[in-house]
T-cell receptor
Framework: NAGVTQTPKFQVLKTGQSMTLQCAQD?????MSWYRQDPGMGLRLIHY???????DQGEVPNGYNVSRSTTEDFPLRLLSAAPSQTSVYFC?????????FGQGTRLTVV | AQKVTQAQTEISVVEKEDVTLDCVYE???????LFWYKQPPSGELVFLIR??????QNEISGRYSWNFQKSTSSFNFTITASQVVDSAVYFC????????????FGKGTRLHILP
C-alpha cells in the first residue's frame, strides 16, 4: 500500500514551459485535491475532485488545470509556468475525515 | 465562509518549556471537524488529531494536549516539556460537515525549540 505518490519531488522550469505534476493513490479514495504551500500562506487549495470525471476549483486555481479520468490519478498541469508558481505542491486524497498527503513537489520557476 | 486563523507566525521557546499554539476558526455549520498537522523540517505533513464539533472534551496524548472551546471558536494545542524534535510548522485545519470535503488550513505556526 503506497498511499499517495507524487512525482517528481523536485522540478525546475523556465518561464513559459509546461509540465504535469503527477499524483496517484492506491486507496480507492474518491476525493483528491492539490494544494500549494508558500511561506506565510499555509496550504491553499488549487483544485479538487470528488470522483472520476468531476473536478472543481479551489482558492487559487488560476494557471493550473486538472482532470480526473480515473479514481487513482489526479494530475496537475501548468500550461505556461510563471515565477509566481514557484512553490511546494501537495496532493492529498481523503476518505471520510482521514486525509493522506503526498510527500510534496518542490517546483521552482526561473 | 469558513476560515482558520493562526495568529502566531513564529514562536521560539527554550527546551522543556511549555508552549501553546493558538487556532481560531470560523464556520457557519454546526457540524464541523478540526485538525492539527505537524510539518517537520523534512517537509511531510503528519496528522496529529481530529475533533468534531460535538465533542468538546479536551484531549491529551503524551506531551500533547488540545483545548477545544466552541464558545470562543478556538482549538488550541499545547506541548508540555517541549523537545527539540518538536521544532516544526504546525497547521490547524477545518472541514465543514454536510457540505463539500475541502480541508481549509490556517497559515501555520513555525515553532522553534531551542536547546
Amino acid at each position: 500500500n503506497a498511499g499517495v505518490t507524487q512525482t517528481p519531488k523536485f522540478q525546475v522550469l523556465k518561464t513559459g514551459q509546461s509540465m504535469t505534476l503527477q499524483c496517484a493513490q492506491d486507496m480507492n479514495h474518491e476525493y483528491m485535491s492539490w494544494y500549494r504551500q508558500d511561506p506565510g500562506m499555509g496550504l491553499r487549495l488549487i483544485h479538487y475532485s470528488v470522483g472520476a470525471g468531476i473536478t472543481d476549483q479551489g482558492e487559487v486555481p488560476n494557471g493550473y488545470n486538472v482532470s480526473r479520468s480515473t479514481t487513482e490519478d489526479f494530475p496537475l498541469r501548468l500550461l505556461s509556468a510563471a515565477p509566481s508558481q514557484t512553490s511546494v505542491y501537495f496532493c492529498a486524497s481523503k476518505t471520510g475525515l482521514q486525509a493522506f498527503f503526498g510527500q510534496g513537489t518542490r517546483l521552482t520557476v526561473v | 465562509a469558513q476560515k482558520v486563523t493562526q495568529a502566531q507566525t513564529e514562536i521560539s521557546v527554550v527546551e522543556k518549556e511549555d508552549v501553546t499554539l493558538d487556532c481560531v476558526y470560523e464556520t457557519r455549520d454546526t457540524t464541523y471537524y478540526l485538525f492539527w498537522y505537524k510539518q517537520p523540517p523534512s517537509g511531510e505533513l503528519v496528522f496529529l488529531i481530529r475533533r468534531n464539533s460535538f465533542d468538546e472534551q479536551n484531549e491529551i496524548s503524551g506531551r500533547y494536549s488540545w483545548n477545544f472551546q466552541k464558545s470562543t471558536s478556538s482549538f488550541n494545542f499545547t506541548i508540555t516539556a517541549s523537545q527539540v524534535v518538536d521544532s516544526a510548522v504546525y497547521f490547524c485545519a477545518l472541514i465543514q460537515g454536510n457540505r463539500d470535503d475541502k480541508i481549509i488550513f490556517g497559515k501555520g505556526t513555525r515553532l522553534h525549540i531551542l536547546p
